[in-house]
């Protein structure tokens, strides 16, 4: 079969979209909102893009009711934000800090997780995290009222004790597990995974 995307309603696209682009890496961002309340909440529509500069990408979209998301409005405020990323001792974390909190309520202390200080960027990262990128606002795509892209340049990584390799650069598949996101409240690990012959270019 074959469908035209403009042909079907926005709510059928999505549908397609997070139904066959699997899976996908979950941004978990971390900011202070303007009151002092730590924030963090997820976003699969993300990736890299570049590694030189390195950017990466995130796209938004309204709340249930509207509103600008707190992470967005962080952002936009400050130009800075942190991109957590994702292993499976914390997914359950993350997928409760996607609730709808009001700006009063930290996701930290929902989820029981704890701040740490960034080095370059204002806002906290979540120690907690297998990793952290401290980014800062390269720019702004506003795609529409409801759509908004933001591009992140990557200042600064951090990552738990064992999962880079400080000579190599390499990542330990041993130490890191990261989890992709599927679509509804559905994710899949990374655990199995295999080899293809030949020494082709990067
Ligand atoms: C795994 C996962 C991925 C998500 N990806 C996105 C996304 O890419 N874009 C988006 O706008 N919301 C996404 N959400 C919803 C936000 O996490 C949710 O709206 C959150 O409450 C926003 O919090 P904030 O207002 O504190 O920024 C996702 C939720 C989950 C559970």
Redesign the pocket.
């Known amino acids: 079969m074959h469908l035209k995307l403009a042909d079907v309603s926005a709510h059928e696209r999505y549908k397609l979209l997070i139904g066959l682009v699997i899976p996908?890496p979950?941004?978990w961002?971390s900011?202070w909102s303007a009151n002092g309340v730590a924030?963090?909440?997820?976003?699969?529509?993300?990736n890299v893009f570049s590694e030189d500069p390195p950017l990466c990408v995130?796209?938004?979209?309204?709340?249930?009711d509207g509103?600008?998301?707190?992470?967005?409005?962080?952002i936009r405020r400050t130009g800075e934000f942190v991109v957590n990323l994702v292993d499976e001792t914390t997914a359950n974390a993350?997928?409760v800090?996607?609730?709808?909190?009001p700006?009063t309520v930290s996701?930290f202390e929902q989820t029981g997780l704890t701040t740490a200080p960034a080095v370059l960027v204002q806002h906290p990262r979540i120690a907690e995290a297998a990793a952290s990128f401290e980014c800062r606002l390269y720019q702004l795509l506003e795609i529409s009222g409801t759509r908004q892209l933001v591009l992140g340049e990557m200042l600064l990584v951090h990552a738990r004790e064992g999962v880079i390799d400080p000579q190599s650069k390499r990542i330990s598949e041993e130490h890191y597990r990261p989890i992709g996101?599927l679509f509804a409240?559905r994710?899949c690990t990374t655990r199995q995974r295999f080899n293809l012959p030949g020494d082709l270019p990067a």
């Open positions: 996908r979950i941004a961002i900011t924030n963090c909440a997820p976003f699969s529509f993300f995130i796209g938004i979209n309204p709340r249930s509103a600008m998301k707190h992470s967005l409005k962080n993350m997928h800090s996607s609730k709808e909190f700006e996701e996101r409240d994710y």
